[in-house]
């Protein structure tokens, strides 16, 4: 079923997951980098840690969709698989 439009949108979901798990990593290290340069805080820590924050809910919600538009898919074919068996069926008692 990798041809399904469903399929489609899920591998953009993924390839988006994918990217924004490389940009927090990459926010983190920068975080990370400047608390170790600096002795006191920094007024870029707070922001890059507002930003990971905020790519975190984004990626939460990235995997949420997917899971959905998965979910979505399975039924689709569980009522397709149904159907043919239904289908089936008609045809052995004709």
Do not use: N
């Not at 041809?3 to 983190?28: C, F, H, M, N």
């Not at 979910?71 to 569980?78: A, P």
């Amino acid at each position: 079923m990798s041809d399904t439009p469903a399929s489609g949108v899920i591998q953009k979901l993924q390839a988006e997951l994918r990217e924004r798990r490389i940009e927090a990593e990459r926010y983190r290290l920068e975080a990370e980098e400047l608390r170790r340069r600096a002795g006191k805080p920094d007024p870029q820590v707070a922001r890059l840690q507002t930003e990971l924050a905020r790519v975190r809910q984004e990626l939460t919600r990235l995997r949420l969709s997917a899971a959905e538009e998965r979910e979505g898919e399975r039924e689709e074919r569980d009522a397709l698989v149904e159907g043919v068996r239904r289908a089936v069926e008609k045809l052995r008692r004709a």
